[in-house]
């Protein structure tokens, strides 16, 4: 195999070598293969994988029922699911929400899911943790990605030479590296019950990533290194290019357009949402762009609400947001800002000779609402 990186190839080892120490695991990590085209390698990775994994469960098109009753109690298979992106993508994505919500429940110990036997006629609990890979093309959807160890792998160029892969020949060199690495982890798996490494990540990304430096530390050499690098290089990758929700960019772009104002109109605030370069806004809605009513439903569920605010004029009293409202949502959920926001252009002027017409400024200023005891100014330029 040629791997896109050499944290690639070390994380795919070290979630290999982890299959065979589950008992030991308070969570799952989930990998996941993907590539932009066919022939990237992704299957002869997971070849590969299924040689050298413990106890392989491989299929392309199987049901959630038969997954959950091959996963079992104790000592569960490692999942392989090829062709991924046919069970996840397009139409098929509704019809299998069973199966997604298995892989996201089987992330962690002791979440089994509840089932009602009509024929015994009792209630059955069905485990779902099990370690678990993912071969596709394109993303997998994101609450399993959450909780995954991503190879983004690709195309090799006509220079990069491999050996050929062979079933019957390669088959038994890499069931034996299975066998030793079940004997060395199984041996050890006291030692990686108690282990608590220290972690590099937080949170999910932390209980993603655990079993794999847990084992990396139990190897010692360079491998803790390594394994905190890839951890961190891997994660950040991810992160990259995770795809927002609606609300989520909503967010993150109406703390681009807000600059350090402290408050917008409504009106003023859609427009420079639908004006922001390859954002969704203006085709937003089936093509009729972000409306006002749509913008408070998205905003609703960060409890940010429009008010009245008095505007200098020529705006005068309109609908529109205080900065305030946004900054708690902005702090808990969006990603941080590498640097400053570039500050919008003002397009009030408050300070206008009488009877000459608003102008657009072509320098970045505060806006400053009016207050409510300055009645005495309402409506003076």
Known sequence: MILPSPEALDAVVLWTAATHGQPAWAHAPRLVIRAPEKRCGKSRLLDVIEGTCYSPLITVNCSTAAIYRSIGGDDPPTILLDEADTIFGGKQAEANEDLRGLLNAGHQRNRPTTRWNQQKQQVERIATFAMAALAGIGQM??????????????????????????????????????????????????????????????????????????????????????????AQALNAAREGDTEFSDRLRLLIDCRTVFGSFDAM?????????????????????????????????????????????????????????????????????????????????????????????????????????????????????
């Open 141 to 230: 959807p994101d609450t399993i990605e959450d909780r995954a160890v991503v190879v983004k792998m690709r195309r090799r160029t006509r220079a990069e030479k491999v050996a050929p892969y062979r079933h019957r020949r390669d088959g038994p060199a890499l069931r034996q590296i299975a066998s030793d690495l079940t004997t060395w982890i199984r041996a050890n798996i006291v030692e990686l019950e108690q282990a608590e490494p220290t972690m590099p990540l937080e949170d999910r990304a932390a209980d993603t990533w655990e079993p794999l430096i847990a084992l990396a530390d139990l190897a010692g050499s360079n491998w803790p290194e390594r394994a905190r690098r890839t």
């Open 265 to 381: 109109p409504s009106t003023v605030l859609l427009d420079r949402l639908k004006a922001l370069p390859e954002a969704p806004w203006a085709d937003y809605n089936s093509g009729a762009g972000l409306t006002a009513m749509k913008l408070g439903v998205l905003l609703k569920e960060y409890e940010i609400n429009s008010r009245t605010i008095r505007f200098p004029a020529p705006v005068g009293q309109v609908k529109g947001f205080h900065r305030g409202a946004f900054a708690d949502a902005w702090e808990r959920y969006c990603p941080p800002e590498d640097e400053p926001a570039a500050e919008p252009y003002q397009p009030y002027q408050d300070d206008l000779p009488a009877g000459q017409p608003p102008v657009r400024l072509l320098r970045p200023v505060r806006l400053e609402p009016y207050h409510d005891h300055d009645d005495d100014h309402a409506g003076t330029a």
